[in-house]
């Protein structure tokens, strides 16, 4: 089991920049409450808030984007989530099924790798806001 550390995301993320602004607008988590975050006295409530913040920062430090499998993932959720066909992923893709277990499979050897990623992404993105997963 993988055992992440709030306070070392956030540092991780403070020395990249990221504000508390920046963290609170994205994942509602109030100001107040990420500050507290190495408090002892922490309530349910906090850490059941807490858990939106620790999910965006684990997807933007601990995902492994360097071996596609982020892109499965992404497929995934659009199927299992919103209920998009995975063929329908595909048509948007203006890729054929095949074509499409192919990219997922081995996407750094596929053609136009770097278009379809960011199109893909585009579709994800447009679900996903304003949405809490």
């Known amino acids: 089991m993988l055992?992440?550390?709030l306070h070392y995301l956030l540092e991780k993320a403070f020395s990249d920049g990221f504000t508390n602004d920046?963290?609170?607008n994205v994942t509602?988590?109030?100001i107040d409450l990420i500050n507290r975050v190495d408090e002892k006295k922490l309530t349910q409530e906090d850490i059941k808030q807490l858990n939106s913040?620790?999910?965006?920062l684990s997807q933007?430090?601990?995902e492994d984007v360097e071996?596609?499998?982020?892109l499965k993932d992404i497929v995934h959720v659009l199927v299992s989530h919103f209920g998009l066909a995975y063929d329908t992923i595909a048509h948007y893709l203006e890729l054929k099924t095949s074509e499409l277990d192919?990219?997922?499979s081995k996407p750094e050897k596929y053609r136009n790798t770097y278009n379809l990623s960011l199109k893909l992404m585009n579709l994800f993105t447009?679900?996903?806001k304003d949405k809490k997963l």
Do not use: M, R
Request: hydrophobic content about 50%.
């Open 28 to 30: 509602g988590v109030s």
């Open 60 to 62: 933007i430090y601990l």
């Open 3 to 5: 055992s992440v550390d």
């Open 67 to 70: 071996n596609g499998k982020n």
């Open 53 to 56: 913040l620790l999910c965006f």
């Open 126 to 128: 447009a679900f996903v």
């Open 102 to 104: 192919e990219f997922l």
């Open 22 to 24: 920046n963290l609170s």
